[in-house]
């Protein structure tokens, strides 16, 4: 919050101000349900789900089931801004990703790791919506123009593929600035 609120302060835009702010839990190796340090799927890989909407043309972008990068919310503002689509996912999403320039990186932390090297030894709860969430980010800017961000790497241990909620326009988050905007946590099932 702090982060968008000194962007949204600059005078930069509502979009540029929520996928900055999420950037922030996306980059925290602690934080372990969004992003880089997120538990991993059953194989052990963190597949990670972004979504981002500009409320005033009602355009979005999205990328679900992404290995490989620290920041999908970007990738997915890249798919808003650049691409005629809405969603890319897996494989496709990560060329993308590549074709726009983005690192690739390894996301699975030591931590990660070891709770999943756990998880599968059978000394952690085999209930998935262990250590779930999500972040969401709402956003108003001083010209009126609202946006939305959502981003996780959803349920640990989940099935490799498994996509909820986050990167789903119209579940995850939604925003139009001439009404308000809203983003989702839980469990997208
Ligand atoms: N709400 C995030 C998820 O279920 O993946």
Request: proline share 3%; net charge negative; charged share 25%.
């Amino acid at each position: 919050n702090a982060k968008a609120m000194a962007v949204l302060k600059s005078g930069s835009s509502a979009v540029e101000a929520v996928q900055q702010g999420v950037m922030i839990v996306e980059s925290d190796p602690k934080i372990t349900s969004v992003g880089y340090g997120g538990l991993p799927n059953a194989s052990g890989v963190v597949e990670l789900d972004a979504s981002i909407m500009d409320g005033n043309d009602l355009e979005c972008g999205a990328v679900a089931a992404l290995s490989g990068f620290e920041n999908p919310v970007s990738v997915a503002r890249k798919v808003m801004e650049e691409t005629p689509h809405v969603l890319i996912v897996g494989s496709g999403a990560r060329e993308f990703a590549l074709s726009k320039g983005f690192q690739e990186r390894g996301l699975l932390t030591d931590a990660a790791r070891e709770a999943w090297h756990k998880w599968r030894e059978g000394e952690r709860k085999k209930d998935q919506t262990e250590d779930h969430d999500t972040i969401g980010m709402v956003a108003l800017d001083s010209r009126g123009q609202m946006a939305a961000a959502c981003t996780t790497s959803g349920l640990a241990w989940k099935i490799p593929g498994r996509v909820g909620d986050s990167p789903l326009v119209g579940h995850g988050l939604y925003c139009d600035s001439k009404v308000g905007g809203a983003a989702a946590t839980g469990i997208g099932e």
